[in-house]
Every structure is written in structure tokens, then in C-alpha cells.
């Protein structure tokens, strides 16, 4: 069965700082990888995702994100944290079976000034 | 990409009532899918909704509970009937970006439901 697991409940990083928020997954075959934030009262805005090719893709306001097939891992970050950036961020995986995404958990993301 | 819009954007129930959200997207696709996102929670996804066919229910979700309509490729409606406390949520529905498995998925804003 395919997965996708985000460890951490909530990600805490100082304005300025780099920031990481895990993400972590289980596919037979190959992984067709998406990211999503949530702001506050707001529906999910698509970052990015992998499909092939470059494992470092890059996405919406300065995100990027690292494919790491030996590791099954798929982390966001962010060279420079803005306080806007504080929200909700989900990694899903596309199961090709019946089109659906596999969500996480969810990460919350605290940037403090 | 896809826009999508949601009415209402909140609401407050009585328990018992009824509540029919609508999604309208800017342009005709042949998959919707609604989601409930309670609070603080991921997303579960309650069924996908395919122009000129019944709705396909997830596990735990059914039609009586949450009948749909998808009366063509660009509207589709969620209503939740006979509401508890319990379906006080964020509903969501979302569209594909196209065919494909690679397609990127979008969403509407949502509509937060509180039920007394």
C-alpha cells in the first residue's frame, strides 16, 4: 500500500533561518510526488512535485524540494523563512491506481521574527 | 490551472439541518472529488464525482449522508444531511489539471462548516 508520512506535527525556524519539513514515502513503482500549503482560513495552494528527471525541483515563493529515491524522502525547504510562510503544509503521493492522492499528516510551520 | 470557487465559504448549523455547498470551476473537467478536512486534520477524501455517473464513495462515507450532484463538467454540489457536531470540517472539492497521473490537483477554498 502506498503511503506518504510527515514526522513532524509542527516545525518551529527563526525569520532568516533555513527550514526543512519532512517528508517521507512508501510506492510500488515510481513516485509522482506533490507538495501543498495551507494558510490560515484558506483552501491548499499547490507548491510543486517530482515526476522525474532533476531530483532538486523548485516551486511557488522560493520552496524547493529534495527527491531522494535511496532515502524514499521528498523534504521542503526554504533557503530564508519569511513569517508568511507560517502555515500548514501537506506532502501527498499520487496513487496510480485510481488517480487518488495519499496525504500526510500535515506540518505545521511556525516562523517566529 | 484550474479556479475554483465554493458557496458558501462558512456556515453555522442547527443539528438535524442540512447544508448543500456548491464548487463551480472555471472550465469542464470530467473528475471533481470532495474532501473533509476536520480540524486541524489531513485531508480524507469522501468521493469522487464524475459527470453523468453516480459518485464513488470512500469507505466510511455514503450517499445518504453525503449525496452529490454533478449535473455537467463544470459544477458539482455536496450536501450534508442530517448534521451532527461531528461534521463540523473544512469541505473541500478539487479538480485534476488534466488526464493524467502526473497532473498537479486543485482546490477550492473551501467551505467551513460549524454544526450546534
Known amino acids: 500500500a502506498q503511503s506518504v508520512a510527515q514526522p513532524e506535527d509542527q516545525v518551529n525556524v527563526a525569520e532568516g533561518n533555513p527550514l526543512t519539513v519532512k517528508c517521507t514515502y512508501s510506492?510500488?513503482?515510481?513516485?509522482?510526488l506533490f507538495w501543498y500549503v495551507q494558510y490560515p482560513n484558506r483552501g491548499l495552494q499547490f507548491l510543486l512535485k517530482y515526476i522525474t528527471g532533476d531530483n532538486l525541483v523548485k516551486g511557488s515563493y522560493g520552496f524547493e524540494a529534495e527527491f531522494n529515491k535511496s532515502q524514499t524522502s521528498f523534504h521542503l525547504k526554504k533557503p530564508s523563512a519569511l513569517v508568511s510562510d507560517s502555515a500548514l503544509y501537506f506532502c501527498a503521493v499520487r496513487d496510480i491506481s485510481n488517480y487518488q492522492l495519499i496525504w500526510g499528516a500535515g506540518t505545521k510551520l511556525i516562523i517566529k521574527p | 490551472s484550474a479556479v475554483i470557487s465554493q458557496k458558501p465559504s462558512r456556515d453555522i448549523c442547527q443539528r438535524g439541518t442540512s447544508l448543500t455547498i456548491q464548487c463551480q470551476v472555471d472550465?469542464?473537467?470530467?473528475?471533481m472529488f470532495w474532501y473533509r478536512q476536520q480540524p486541524g486534520q489531513s485531508l480524507t477524501l469522501i468521493a469522487t464525482?464524475?459527470?453523468?455517473?453516480?459518485?464513488?464513495?470512500e469507505s466510511g462515507f455514503v450517499i445518504d449522508k453525503f449525496p452529490i450532484s454533478r449535473p455537467n463538467l463544470t459544477f458539482s454540489t455536496l450536501t450534508v444531511s442530517n448534521m451532527s457536531p461531528e461534521d463540523s470540517s473544512i469541505y473541500l472539492c478539487?479538480?485534476?489539471?488534466?488526464?493524467?497521473?502526473?497532473?498537479?490537483?486543485?482546490f477550492g477554498p473551501g467551505t467551513r462548516l460549524t454544526v450546534l
Open positions: 464525482a464524475n459527470q453523468g455517473s453516480e459518485a464513488t464513495y
Open positions: 478539487s479538480v485534476p489539471g488534466g488526464s493524467g497521473t502526473t497532473d498537479t490537483q486543485y
Open positions: 472550465s469542464q473537467v470530467t473528475m
Open positions: 510506492v510500488s513503482g515510481n513516485p509522482y
